[in-house]
């Protein structure tokens, strides 16, 4: 990630040491085993265990310009250190055992940072919704305005959704945080089973059941998949506030700071940044996800195409969903509504938002559908071309007084009624009051 968008904790998830440091913990915990095992005698366990210190990424780095392999740069590095007992560093394993159990706790822990943030965002959106339950709206279809709804419905939408995205990257968590201590090829035929249950053991993880030289990619692309629907939601959620936040509709702001300049130029300029930003890095997330699934047809027993790909994916997958899910938090918990604005535009077509009720209303009567539809629409169509307001179109049609009176299309016409059932959805998503 780069510095403008990376956040600090992921910094240090990702970093040289951290990954260095799992790498000698594996090997420690390995060794530590085959000496429970009766393997590795108790005299070189220690020696080991007190001389091997932390890992010198600069000297690893050094060996690896030579050697060409980052595993057996980092073994020799640690194993200059130490004497004969060195030999028992690696005993047993290839090195995608390493690489990708400790490839496993890192996207584990970096996954928890993600979860973090979407936890503060749903609680974000729920007050949002609480607040906003009864401010009026139009819903919009197609871009065209339909039929009242207030803002806090539609932010409820929100955080269904976003508990969904959280279901899903918890499961992709469970389901990434999987080792494997198995050897060349994945038999176990030179490190036992006992063995890696102690090393997984003390890394948090769960044996991969059917290893080959790796653990299998569709782990890895789950994760980064479930991460760009995420990042689909977020997306949907910063399209909506920058279409609100349009001139010509002008429902509701990203915040704006004191200092803040929108243009270089325009001087009047309030741009929805952040949420163009969102959406930018979704359109990341969901490229990460093509490579992500790309990986997951590796040759044989193992290949290593799929390697210089992961050391860009994982990280800038999660750097981004974990960055853009802060950010857009931010946003929602700063968000300026213009709820004046909102039943300004709401009552701009004169109540042809409330053409449906009227429709059903007729033939509720007995009138046929076709023909209510017709005069409906004959009114609305009056009102748009400026003969008469449409509440005044509907009462001067004589056709339409057959089936419905003055109090009728007042009814018909009553805000009240659009926004009852709202409280089903409400009730469905156990959106209460604290």
Same mark, same amino acid.
């Given at each position: 990630m780069i510095d403008r968008y990376a956040l600090p904790e992921l910094r240090e998830v990702f970093g040289e040491r951290h990954k260095l440091d799992l790498w000698l913990r594996i090997e420690l915990l390995t060794v530590e085993a085959l000496r429970d095992a009766g393997i590795v005698p108790d005299g070189d366990w220690e020696r080991i265990r007190s001389a091997a210190g932390d890992v010198d990424p600069e000297r690893a780095r050094e060996i690896e310009r030579e050697s060409q392999h980052d595993v057996i740069a980092f073994l020799r590095s640690v194993t200059e250190r130490l004497g004969p007992e060195g030999r028992w560093l690696h005993y047993g394993l290839t090195s995608s055992d390493v690489l990708d159990t400790a490839t496993a706790v890192i996207l584990r822990d970096a996954t928890a940072v993600v979860e973090r943030e979407l936890g503060r965002l749903i609680e974000v959106v729920r007050r949002l919704a609480l607040q906003h339950r009864d401010t009026p709206m139009v819903g919009r279809s197609h871009g065209i305005h339909a039929e009242p709804i207030t803002f806090g419905f539609k932010v409820a939408g929100w955080f269904a959704?976003? $508990?969904? /995205?959280?279901?899903?990257?918890?499961?992709?968590? /469970?389901?990434?945080?999987?080792? @494997?201590? @198995?050897?060349?090829? $994945?038999?176990?035929?030179?490190?036992? $089973?006992?063995?890696?249950?102690h090393v997984l053991d003390g890394l948090g993880l769960v044996a991969d059941p059917a290893p080959t030289q790796v653990v299998s990619r569709d782990r890895h692309a789950e994760l980064v998949t479930a991460l760009a629907v995420l990042g689909g939601t977020l997306e949907r959620i910063a399209v909506e506030i920058r279409h609100l936040q349009r001139t010509e509709v002008g429902e509701a702001f990203?915040?704006?700071g004191?200092?803040?300049?929108?243009?270089?130029?325009?001087?009047?300029?309030?741009?929805?940044?952040l949420a163009e930003r969102i959406t930018g890095m979704a359109r990341l997330l969901r490229a990460d996800a093509a490579v992500a699934l790309e990986n997951m047809a590796l040759w044989h027993e193992r290949d290593i195409s799929h390697s210089s790909a992961e050391r860009f994916v994982f990280e800038r997958s999660l750097g981004v969903a974990a960055y853009a899910t802060r950010t857009l938090a931010d946003l929602l918990d700063g968000l300026e509504v213009d709820a004046d604005r909102m039943r300004s535009n709401l009552e701009q077509l004169g109540g042809m938002v409330y053409s449906e009720a009227l429709l059903l209303a007729m033939v509720a009567r007995g009138a046929d559908r076709?023909?209510?539809?017709?005069?409906?629409?004959?009114?609305?169509?009056?009102?748009?071309? $400026?003969?008469?307001s449409f509440r005044q179109a509907l009462a001067d049609d004589t056709a339409v007084a057959e089936w419905l009176d003055a109090d009728d299309i007042d009814r018909a016409m009553d805000l009240r009624h659009h926004l009852e059932g709202i409280a089903v959805t409400y009730r469905a998503l156990g959106l209460e009051p604290d």
């Open positions: 959704e976003l $508990g969904r /995205d959280a279901e899903r990257i918890g499961r992709a968590r /469970d389901g990434i945080a999987v080792g @494997s201590i @198995s050897g060349a090829v $994945g038999t176990h035929a030179n490190v036992s $089973g006992e063995v890696e249950r990203e915040p704006f004191a200092g803040q300049q929108g243009s270089s130029a325009m001087p009047h300029k309030r741009n929805p940044i076709q023909v209510a539809y017709r005069l409906v629409q004959g009114a609305a169509k009056r009102a748009w071309s $400026g003969e008469a």
